[in-house]
């Protein structure tokens, strides 16, 4: 496709996102069509199928998300009509945001999405992409009406800021655990490759990243799992079996429930001699989608709006620190192995077992991580509908809140064979602290967490009998 082509595609698809009759007359409305917080999420949108594109791994796909917005997040804590809490202070070794100049004539909302895509196209690959999706959204501003002043002085800042967020993202420790490797144990009990395609572990140093709002990547460890044992009395091997009992009896719906969550960014497929992968949302990017249908749907403005994917994405890039460091420490072996090994050697697991160790469940900690932030920014109480798989061709769900999605996600892990129930249920636990903590953060309210029952999670999803039916 010619760079103009991608160029008008992207600028038309922003004008008709936001309902605008016309994108070549200056209208001098540009407040209207900037401060539509339909826009920001219009633009996170088209950053998530730019990491989709790229293919980064989950963790990573994290990083670039939490950078991206928190630099939004940071220009619009600077703006003094509103209320945000500036996270400098709050996030560690964030203390360099440059503060506007005091003759600034600044958009706030336009620098924040300048900011945002800035820090996007420095740490993804696309560069074509993301340059021309910064062009369309000024192109946005410029088309309807922002005078030439304000547009500098906001691109001035947004861009100040931005490079305030991409150096101190360089001392986070990223760029020394490039192309790390996993010594495989071969220890009884200890992770091992997966099929079809024998991946190697995935960032095996991610735990020594700096956290954002976490003292240490160990500041929530889980209680550690159950004793490796072959004995067929044991809590692991009831475990096991729970695990192939569950994959071999599922229904439609636990399957539905199992895809719609998938979220594998590199699925590989062999088929006789042939073999090729495909590409799908990460865990997080799904999350990105549902906050911004929970924010539509509460009728947030731009600045909740922003808070609310700030917040979820510090979240989530926590609890993948704190998720990863379970992960390599205990280095479990996933059900698929154990069976293999000790039940029944041809079993499969519904799901493609993702090439990491197995305790605990990163998509649920990171869930449960993001559904307390929205739990919290939102009152707990939006129902919504989730339709950010209709591209992978799975049927919209709905659910009562964020919670109940994320119980769900916890859920789908078990039913798709690539965790034992243990592993999901820890996870859930320790990610909905994460979420806690930066609700701390971001409010300076000190949120309770209280622990929450098996009992309590399993009576939300009863033996997996569906929450929602299809539309």
């Known amino acids: 496709m010619k760079k103009n082509t991608i160029y008008y595609f992207f600028f038309f698809l922003l004008c008709s996102a936001i309902a605008i009759s016309s994108c070549k007359q200056k209208n001098n409305d540009y407040e209207k069509v900037i401060h539509d917080p339909l826009l920001y999420s219009l633009v996170m949108h088209k950053l998530n199928y730019v990491v989709i594109y790229d293919i980064f791994t989950p963790p990573v796909a994290a990083r670039i998300f939490a950078y991206s917005n928190l630099a939004a997040y940071e220009v619009l804590a600077n703006d003094k009509k509103h209320q945000l809490i500036s996270l400098q202070g709050k996030v560690k070794g964030l203390n360099n945001i440059p503060s506007p100049g005091i003759d600034s004539k600044i958009d706030y909302p336009f620098a924040s999405l300048i900011a945002l895509l800035k820090v996007g196209d420095n740490l ?69 490759p997966t099929p079809p395609a024998y991946f190697p572990a995935v960032e095996p140093l991610w735990p020594t990243l700096r956290c954002m709002v ?23 091997y009831k475990m096991a079996v729970d695990v192939m009992h569950t994959g071999n009896t599922l229904d439609s719906t636990k399957k539905w429930i199992a895809n719609f969550w998938d979220c594998n960014s590199f699925k590989m497929h062999i088929e006789g001699h ?25 009728n947030a403005d731009f600045y909740k709006t922003a808070s609310a994917y700030a917040g979820a994405s510090i979240g989530i890039y926590d609890a993948f620190i704190c998720c990863w460091y379970t992960k390599y420490k205990f280095d479990i072996l996933r059900p698929e192995t154990y069976i293999n090994r000790y039940i029944d050697q041809a079993w499969m697991p519904y799901l493609q077992t993702p090439p ?34 209709r591209d992978w061709g799975w049927p919209d769900r709905t659910f009562k809140n964020s919670d109940e999605a994320a119980i769900e996600v916890s859920y789908s892990r078990f ?29 300076g309210v000190q949120y309770a967490f209280t622990k929450p029952t098996q009992k309590q999670i399993e009576s939300n999803h009863p033996n997996g009998k569906p929450i929602t039916t299809i539309h």
Not at 214 to 236: L, V
Not at 292 to 297: D, R, S, Y
């Open 214 to 236: 976490m003292d240490s990547a160990n500041m929530f460890p889980p209680p550690p799992p159950p004793a490796f044992s072959k004995d067929t009395s044991s809590e692991f």
């Open 415 to 443: 039913y798709g064979g690539i965790h034992y129930k243990n592993s999901v249920l820890t996870a859930y636990e320790q990610g909905k602290k994460i979420g806690n903590l930066v609700m701390n953060k971001l409010t």
């Open 124 to 192: 993804t690959f696309s560069a074509d992409t993301m340059r021309l999706l910064t062009d369309s959204v000024k192109a946005l501003a410029k088309d309807n009406g922002m005078p030439d002043e304000i547009f500098d002085g906001s691109v001035a800042y947004g861009n100040q800021v931005a490079d305030s967020v991409i150096s101190w993202s360089k001392h986070d420790n990223y760029a020394q655990t490039r192309g790390a490797t996993f010594a495989v144990s071969n220890i009884e009990g200890h992770w091992a």
């Open 274 to 298: 042939a073999m090729f992968a495909t590409k799908a949302m990460t865990p997080c990017g799904h999350w990105m989608e549902i906050v911004g249908t929970i924010a539509k749907n509460n």
């Open 356 to 389: 990491f160790p197995e305790y605990n469940s990163a998509h649920s900690t990171i869930s449960a991580a993001a559904a307390t932030v929205l739990g919290q920014i939102f009152k707990n109480n939006t129902a919504f509908r989730d339709s950010s798989e």
